[in-house]
């Protein structure tokens, strides 16, 4: 199957997308607020990366929806300030990203990026930069391996653009954690073929909580389940009355969480919910299912290292319920307005 493939293949292709990256210079002229945006999971990876670079280079740094930019664009960006709008789409040809770049195009007050896994696009063409990951070339229609590497290619960014060595250390080490992930998916077994188990909740905060969308858009793709991701510690506030002894809660912990993650864990055991916890503070955590990442990065360098396993999850469950990974329901692999 495509899907498996470029799931387990993803390693390799990070090791080509940090060689891509470090060899490209960029514009590292300082504006007001860097945007990040996207539709989907590359909005989703907008999230992530958006986090993840404000806190790498202590730039402002948000993301937007790509149609918002030019359905709305009074309410995104404001005349007196300058911005490095960063737009993502794994084909290049997405119609939203491509209205947006343009319907931006030639404003004073703006510079923009694409980052794409094809150059030679439209998308590539209306962007003041690219960094194109021509290496990956997806058959899938559900993206996998290029959610990881886009997501690794901002991170890098991100390093080059703050002159951090410790920051390129740490990303330094993410293709090889990412390789160990990938021969760990067996544990999730006990979750993926529990067919009692008919509902699913994501939980991440701060960057992992657009790892936490993505998750749940990769597991409603592969087998429509239903299935919600929220903010830890916005989970109490009115969806954990859903939870009962048929929803599965995934929960991405950190070291800056892991002191609310654990009684958060026992309100959702008690209502009969089955908790899984990814993360380095999972060690510390009681659950019944515990994913334990690497030690030798942190929280923020470790986002790629979580990938696999709820990409695996999804496979896993579609595959335990008959289902084509390869070819879900109502989805082409581009999206374009007609």
Known sequence: MHTYNEIMEQDQQLVKTKEIVQSL?????????????????????????????????????V????SELFLHKDTHIIPTKKYHIIGISRSGTTSEIIMALKHLNGAE?????????????????????VIALNDISEKSVVMTQSFS???Y???????????????????EKVPVLVKTALGNGEQLKQVTEDLTKKRFIFLGSGAYNGLAKEATLKLKEMTQTECESYS?????????????????????????????????????????G??????????????????????????LNRLVEAVPYFQLLAYQRAVCKGYNPDKPRNLTQVVNLS
């Not at 993301?63 to 790509?66: D, E, G, I, K, N």
Request: charged share 20%.
């Open 25 to 61: 210079t960029f514009n590292e002229e300082v504006v007001d607020i860097v945007l990040f945006t996207g539709c989907g999971t590359s909005f989703y990876l907008a999230i992530a990366a958006a986090r993840y670079y404000q806190s790498a280079t202590g730039e402002i740094a």
């Open 63 to 66: 993301a937007v929806p790509a």
């Open 109 to 129: 007050n703006i510079r923009t990026m694409a980052v794409t896994c094809n150059g030679d696009t439209p998308m590539a063409e209306v962007a003041d930069e």
């Open 149 to 151: 590497n886009m997501l």
């Open 153 to 171: 290619a901002l991170q890098l960014y991100a390093a080059k653009i703050s002159q951090s060595t410790e920051l390129m250390d740490q990303l």
């Open 232 to 272: 830890n510690l916005e989970f109490r506030h009115g969806p954990i009355s859903i939870v009962d002894n048929e929803t599965v809660v995934i929960l991405f912990t950190q070291n800056e969480t892991k002191d609310f993650d654990q009684a958060l864990i026992k309100d959702i055991q008690k209502l009969g």
């Open 274 to 299: 089955f908790v899984g916890v990814i993360g380095i503070a999972s060690a510390e955590l009681e659950a019944d299912l515990i994913i334990k990442l690497s030690e030798e990065v942190d929280d």
